[in-house]
């Protein structure tokens, strides 16, 4: 009699993978996860992506050339914003030097300091634009990611380039 409640466990913990297994998805075929993939790459996404750091837009829908780009130039623009923050301390620190030995009147502002300023404004402003640019960019380029299918430029037997387009007749190819 002691034997009936084991036996009657293990024949109930037998059954329990089966019914299991019976609760399991099938798995997605490939393209089908694929496909899902490039529609979770919606354009909002790489504009935002592309604010944050310039050029991960561009490589997250599949232009990292282009993205790296975009990350030098704005590189190069941020550093040269700092570049001219410093020259304008310095300016303005010559500034108060000349004003306190007395080789600059107190009214008269040193044109090198107007000069500074401005490069300062026009650095920022640049890299500004590139920022919000690469951000268009990208959210162009999340919307013709399929694009590149359908239209190429291909070297031609003579030498020369060939344009091809293809036009699916039957939906999607």
């Given at each position: ?64 050339a282009r993205g ?21 301390r310095e300016a ?55 694009f590149g299918d ?24």
């Open positions: 009699m002691s034997c009936l409640p084991w036996l009657l466990s293990f024949l109930v913990l037998l059954g329990a993978p089966a019914a299991a297994k019976a609760q399991e998805r099938p798995a997605a075929p490939a393209d089908t996860l694929e496909r899902a993939a490039e529609l979770q790459r919606s354009p909002r996404g790489a504009f935002f992506r592309s604010l944050v750091l310039p050029g991960w837009g561009q490589a997250w829908v599949g232009a990292p790296g780009v975009y990350f030098a130039l704005e590189t190069g623009s941020l550093w040269m914003t700092y570049k001219s923050r410093q020259k304008l303005r620190r010559e500034e108060e030097w000349l004003r306190q030995t007395g080789q600059l009147p107190a009214g008269q502002p040193l044109g090198l300091v107007r000069a500074r300023e401005e490069q300062a404004e026009d650095w920022l402003t640049l890299a500004i634009f590139l920022m919000f640019f690469a951000g268009a960019d990208a959210f162009v380029a999340a919307h013709l990611a399929d359908h239209i190429g430029v291909l070297p031609a037997p003579d030498g020369g380039l060939r344009l091809q387009a293809t036009v699916p007749l039957r939906g999607r190819p």
